[in-house]
């Protein structure tokens, strides 16, 4: 039952906080974010928040910088927004799983070409 409610409220939460982000928050250091996934803790406590962002790593850390710096107005926001009695702490990590993606699909790409070439040079010997 905890869980279900957790899922629930993770689900309420990206849903919510993505809406904030496109109406857009001032903070300039916010560039193009992506919320990928939210995990709550079973006590409701703790809000884990995963973002993509576009850009070079010095971008990417300084929109990590501006969510970090926005998490007492997403907060009070989402108490406003959410029917609970505590809203949880929001905590902001950048997700890799798509830079990991795009190595690994990079890395097919090599070896799929290369093995076309391989194929290629030994066909015409």
Not at 19 to 48: C, M, N, Q, S, Y
């Amino acid at each position: 039952m905890e869980f279900q409610r957790s899922h629930r409220v993770a689900e309420q939460i990206h849903k919510e906080v993505s809406a904030l982000l496109i109406k857009g928050l001032k903070d300039p250091r916010i560039g193009f974010v992506t919320i990928t996934a939210v995990e709550v803790t079973p006590d409701l406590h703790l809000a884990r928040i995963y973002f993509s962002a576009i850009g070079s790593d010095v971008e990417v850390k300084n929109t990590e910088k501006g969510l970090k710096s926005s998490v007492p107005y997403l907060r009070r926001e989402l108490g406003k927004r959410l029917r609970m009695r505590y809203v949880p702490d929001l905590l902001f990590l950048f997700d890799h799983s798509l830079a990991y993606g795009n190595r690994i699909d990079t890395l097919l790409r090599q070896v799929s070409s290369e093995h076309t070439d391989d194929q290629d040079d030994s066909g015409e010997n």
